[in-house]
């Protein structure tokens, strides 16, 4: 814990609670868009807002700030779908992939470790109004926003952050139920020239 009072992940999260009480009915309300009656497409794009709504939430209390791009040299994952819908936006073509299991997909992603996102031009996200939903949920509570980077090294600061698996983890099993051949794999495999 930080020796400031003002600061520190734990102060951080006691303020956001205070201000925010709200955000601890996310889990629920992802859940209730995993279950409800509509296509994926429809439930896809609630938990995009949701994520929206519970970064709107946070804003004032993490670290994270325009400008900062610590969290785009981590290998991000993303689906397929994510990666057609970053291509329009981008006017390029994402590779398409095979499905793999995930713990194949996650080591192979590994080999990316300290490696931009091809998408993060001067220090700025380059498709940000399309950018995967895993983006939208990095939120560190840590003081320095430097301890987001993880280099090839792999050695990394343990990060304190809101859990994205509020929002992901419903995403993950709406993807499992309704699209389970999805291939799922870090931005740079999709993309290896968008840069
Ligand atoms: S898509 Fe945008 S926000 Fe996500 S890692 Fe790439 S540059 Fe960063």
Not at 173 to 190: D, N, S, T, Y
């Amino acid at each position: 814990m930080s020796d400031n009072p003002q600061t520190g992940p734990e102060r951080r999260l006691q303020l956001l609670l205070d201000a925010h009480p709200e955000l601890m009915d996310i889990p629920l309300r992802a859940e209730r868009i995993l279950n409800e009656n509509t296509r994926f497409a429809i439930k896809s794009a609630k938990l995009y807002r949701l994520a929206d709504e519970m970064k709107a939430m946070l804003e004032a209390s993490v670290t994270c700030r325009p400008g900062c791009s610590h969290c785009c040299h981590m290998p991000t994952m993303i689906y397929q779908h994510e990666a057609a819908a970053m291509a329009a936006a981008a006017k390029c073509q994402a590779r398409k992939l095979g499905c793999r299991p995930a713990p194949v997909a996650l080591h192979a992603a590994l080999a990316f470790l300290g490696q931009a996102c091809p998408f993060l031009v001067d220090g700025r996200c380059a498709i940000y109004a399309q950018r995967p939903l895993i983006c939208r949920l990095h939120n560190s509570l840590n003081d320095d926003p430097h301890d987001c980077f993880i280099p090839a090294t792999g050695k990394r600061t343990p990060i304190h952050a809101v859990d994205a698996d509020f929002v992901e983890a419903p995403y993950h099993q709406a993807v499992l139920i309704w699209r389970p051949r999805e291939p799922w794999g870090a931005i740079q495999e999709f993309f290896p020239t968008a840069a």
